[in-house]
């Protein structure tokens, strides 16, 4: 009985502790991730993601770049788009028809400026990306339009090696 109570005990300690390292490590976590999102974006790049703010049609890195390769998150990596499905809409921004890797995307009903819109966010970080919209080519008909200042291209040259 007392090995028993003991045990228990033994138990609860290690399962109280599990707790508070991980409600730290979760709150480490959150305070080292803004700290080292500020210095690991400029200054666009932040507003962009963390304020969703927008870039300046015609002046991103990528509306006008058609390299194969894959874009990822700029804060987190995570992978959103490819080449693939990039195509030239002409409005300034890089745009997409559509995304293999749909399970990285969020989506969130965006009201502001007086528009109904589609927010397009990063699942696994929340950074915004852009809006996706219905008048996109064929055979999705969808539109992508997404902030160079929140990807990052991946060559695939460099994907391959
Ligand atoms: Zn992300």
Redesign the pocket.
Known sequence: MKVKKSKILLISISFLFILKLLTFTIYAQNTMDNDSLKSKLNELQYYV?QQKGTEHPFTGKYWNFFQKGKY???????E?FESDTKFNSSCGWPSFFGSKFEE?IRYQRDTSYGMERTEVL??????HLGHVFNDGPKPTGIRFCINSASLKFIPLDSINK
Request: glycine content about 12%; aromatic content about 0%; proline content about 0%.
């Open positions: 993601t990822v998150c700029v804060c987190c990596g995570t959103l990285n990063c699942k696994k970080c929340g950074a």
